[in-house]
């Protein structure tokens, strides 16, 4: 059974930084995509940033190119965004998620509970 566990949200500023990390278990971590997704208040879940098996690819959401950055640390079994010049609209719930395969493109099909991020302007 796969477990996500996501830490490191809070509130911040507007311009600050956040480190959210994600630690799984269960089924071996590092040969699937990971994912960041966030949900913020009355909206839909939003994709944010993908990261491939080996962390050689990664993708983001136009919103965020630039500010944020996905990395993983296979030995680990922990994957990471790091959120720079926050904005007010970034603010939500974040959720890890696990791929069914390697590649950033994989759908995904483990959640994990999510930490909230809240910005204030």
């Known amino acids: 059974q796969v477990q996500l566990v996501e830490s490191g949200g809070g509130l911040v500023q507007a311009g600050g930084s956040l480190r959210l990390s994600c630690a799984a278990s269960g089924r071996i971590f590092s040969t699937y995509a990971m994912g960041w997704f966030r949900q913020a208040p009355g909206k839909g879940r939003e994709f944010v940033a993908a990261?491939?098996?080996?962390?050689?690819?990664?993708d983001y959401a136009d919103s965020v190119k630039g500010r944020f950055t996905i990395s993983r640390d296979n030995t680990k079994n922990t994957v990471y965004l790091q959120m720079n010049s926050l904005k007010p609209e970034d603010t939500a719930v974040y959720y890890c998620?696990?791929?069914?395969?390697?590649?950033?493109?994989?759908?995904?099909?483990?959640w994990g509970q999510g930490t909230q991020v809240t910005v204030s302007s």
């Open positions: 990261i491939s098996w080996t962390g050689a690819t990664t």
């Open positions: 998620a696990r791929g069914k395969y390697g590649s950033i493109s994989s759908e995904f099909d483990y």
